[in-house]
C-alpha cells in the first residue's frame, strides 16, 4: 500500500517507496562495493532468505537500479552491479549514517538524563524521611508536640 502525503514532493515520496521495502537499502549499500553474485550479496546480508534476496534484486533491476549481467561459463554465473542511478544511493547512505549517529547520541544522552532524573529522585525520597526525623528532633518540633499534648 503506498503512502502518500500532500506537503511532499512525489520524488521524494518515489524514493522512500524504494527504502520503505525491507532490505532494499542495504542491497543497495552491499552493491556499492562493486558487482556481486547472488550468494555473496546474500553473505553480506546474514539474516535474509534467497526468496526475499531474489524478490528484492528482481524489484531493483526493475527500477533501473542495477543490472543483472550473465556471464558465460562454465559455470554460467550471474552478477548484480548498480547502475549509475543506483550509485545515486551512495549519498544517502552516508547522510543516513549520519543521521544514526546523531540518533544513538540522542538516545544515549536520553538514557543518561532519565537515569539522572531516577537517581535525583531515589535520593530524594532516601532524603524526605530523613528529613521529616530531623524536623521531628528539632527543639520547636518538641514545644509544638508538648504545646499540642497539652491542650
Known amino acids: 500500500m503506498k503512502h502518500s502525503c500532500q506537503h511532499l514532493c512525489e520524488t521524494f515520496q518515489a524514493a522512500m517507496d524504494v527504502l520503505a521495502k525491507p532490505w532494499n537499502g542495504l542491497i543497495i549499500a552491499t552493491l556499492e562495493e562493486g558487482a556481486l553474485r547472488f550468494g555473496e550479496i546474500g553473505g553480506r546480508l546474514d539474516a535474509i ?4 534476496l531474489s524478490s528484492r534484486l528482481k524489484e531493483l533491476e526493475a527500477l533501473g537500479l542495477l543490472v543483472r549481467r550473465v556471464l558465460p561459463g562454465p559455470p554460467v554465473r550471474v552478477e ?14 552516508q547522510a543516513i549514517s549520519r543521521w544514526g549517529e546523531m540518533l544513538a547520541e540522542s538516545a544515549a544522552r536520553g538514557v543518561e538524563a532519565r537515569t539522572a532524573v531516577k537517581t535525583r529522585a531515589a535520593s530524594t525520597a532516601r ?3 530523613a528529613a ?5 528532633r528539632s527543639p ?10 497539652s491542650g
Open 80 to 93: 548484480y552491479e548498480l547502475t549509475d542511478t543506483g550509485r545515486g544511493f551512495g549519498e544517502v547512505a
Open 49 to 52: 532468505s534467497d526468496r526475499m
Open 127 to 129: 532524603q524526605e524521611p
Open 132 to 136: 521529616k526525623r530531623a524536623r521531628a
Open 140 to 149: 520547636q518540633a518538641r514545644v509544638t508536640r508538648v504545646t499540642k499534648g
